[in-house]
């Protein structure tokens, strides 16, 4: 089970924020947890105290004296006493994540039905992933992590403050678009170039946060390119902080299942090709038979001349459709099959598969050009490696009259540097970044520059 594609679990900040860690304290007022939101198991939420409204003074609640009545003037030394216990009470530190959890095990603890090492095993927590802390019953924490709710040795969580420290190290940032169309701009100012925008209600990881601005990634890179980024105004987006979290045992089945059902459907297209191109070299291999053959029986150059023309055509004809189709350059010229819809329901077999900058492996994991390439080579269609390159092939189409298997690709600063494939209704799957995986987003989700057919 790859811990890369465990489903994540959000911790929703408001965008102004700050989380710092080691001995500093966190820059929040509070946060309570909830139960389920959308598909993620935890919600952390800021929010500021509402038991408490004295003014607050560099962290420290200072309160108002109240007058004395007249003639119950109480002693000044018991006064001080009393002041001082009850702001030693009002000063004893808590944790901003009291009630959360993250596994430290060196790789998953088991979540069990019962505080029993003996007992049910529900699901796994795995190292840096969240849950939320119910109770605790001696050495055992009752925990609820995504759909799973069971028992833990405490041993295997870091609690309240030890949280903190491991914010930056377990938890992605992201920033969600709160407006129509926002700027994305080179630097972290308004004179700054603008990159390219992004629409309301798409999240990307932060980066680095500065001045009241944010950096973004868009995309990773693809092989020798660098990524993608660039910087909005923090006003314009809110910030939340995700973390993995637990997956049950049934989820932990269904995932085997997806990964084998997208193995399976990668070596049945791969078996299809190469059926596709032997009968392809038979029937060449065929033609140059006859071609030979009524050569041989001629007893005339003129017979001879006009076998050999016949076998020029041949050939020509036979190479022209291995061109036409495209066929996949290291397996020889075969003829593709399959159209743009078929090419598109493919790809988004491998929805969730990895990113891995340089690669070509659908399964194993790829860049956003290598994605492209190796889904179109299993229909036996050849395209450049790199998304400069594959802009170039096929038939240019606009944007408004996009099919499914069209490529639409992005650029930053006029150069083409990502790729993805269309897949009806306005959107489009693609290999992003190693958070992300092979996903799926709106067409828009930065400035299209420009789209391709390959296959009508």
């Not at 076998?311 to 996949?328: A, I, V």
């Amino acid at each position: 089970m790859k811990k890369a594609v465990i489903i994540k679990a959000a911790a929703v900040f408001s965008a102004t924020a700050v989380i710092a860690v080691g001995s500093n304290a966190l820059d929040m007022s509070a946060v309570s947890l909830f139960g389920e939101c959308g598909v993620a198991g935890i919600s952390l939420s800021l929010q500021q105290y509402t038991e408490n409204t004295d003014k607050v003074d560099n962290g420290l609640v200072q309160t108002a004296s109240a007058e004395k009545p007249e003639g119950k003037a109480a002693p000044a030394a018991e006064a001080s006493e009393e002041q001082q216990k009850e702001t030693l009470k009002e000063e004893k530190p808590v944790s901003e994540f009291e009630n959360v959890g993250i596994s430290v095990a060196d790789n998953y603890v088991n979540i069990r039905k019962k505080p029993d090492t003996e007992s049910e095993i529900l699901g796994k927590l795995y190292r840096g992933a969240a849950a939320t802390i119910l109770e605790t019953k001696g050495e055992w924490v009752k925990i609820k992590s995504g759909s799973v709710t069971g028992y833990i040795n405490a041993d295997y969580l870091a609690i309240g403050f030890d949280v903190e420290e491991l914010v930056d190290r377990y938890g992605t940032k992201w920033a969600e678009v709160t407006t129509t169309t926002l700027k994305v701009r080179e630097e972290p100012s308004t004179d700054a170039v603008t990159l390219t925008l992004i629409p309301l209600g798409e999240s990307y990881q932060v980066l680095k946060e500065k001045d009241g601005w944010v950096k973004i990634l868009l995309d990773e890179g693809e092989e020798g390119e660098e990524a993608t980024t660039g910087w909005v105004s923090k006003d314009y987006v809110d910030i939340r902080v995700e973390f993995e979290h637990a997956i049950s045992i049934e989820e932990e089945e269904a995932e085997k299942r997806r990964e084998e059902e997208a193995r399976k459907a990668e070596e049945e297209q791969l078996r299809k090709l190469e059926e596709e191109r032997r009968k392809q070299q038979q029937s060449s291999n065929s033609g140059s038979s006859n071609s030979g053959s009524n050569s041989s029986n001629s007893g005339n150059s003129g017979s001879s001349s006009s076998g050999g023309s016949n076998s020029g055509s041949s050939s020509s004809n036979s190479g022209s459709s291995g061109s036409s189709s495209s066929g996949s350059s290291d397996s020889g010229s075969t003829v593709g099959s399959g159209s743009g819809a078929d090419i598109a329901a493919y790809a988004q077999k491998f929805k969730g598969n990895p990113y891995v900058y340089g690669g070509t492996s659908l399964t194993n994991g790829t860049d956003c050009s290598g994605f492209t390439q190796s889904v179109y080579k299993h229909f036996g269609i050849s395209i450049p490696r790199t998304s400069a390159a594959q802009s170039g092939t096929g038939k240019k189409v606009s944007l408004d009259s996009l099919k499914e298997g069209d490529l639409v690709f992005y650029a930053k600063n006029g150069r083409v540097n990502h790729v993805a494939m269309y897949i009806g209704g306005g959107q489009v799957i693609h290999a992003s970044s190693p958070k992300t995986g092979i996903k799926i987003s709106t067409l828009r989700y930065r400035t299209p520059y420009c789209a391709r057919r390959i296959v009508e």
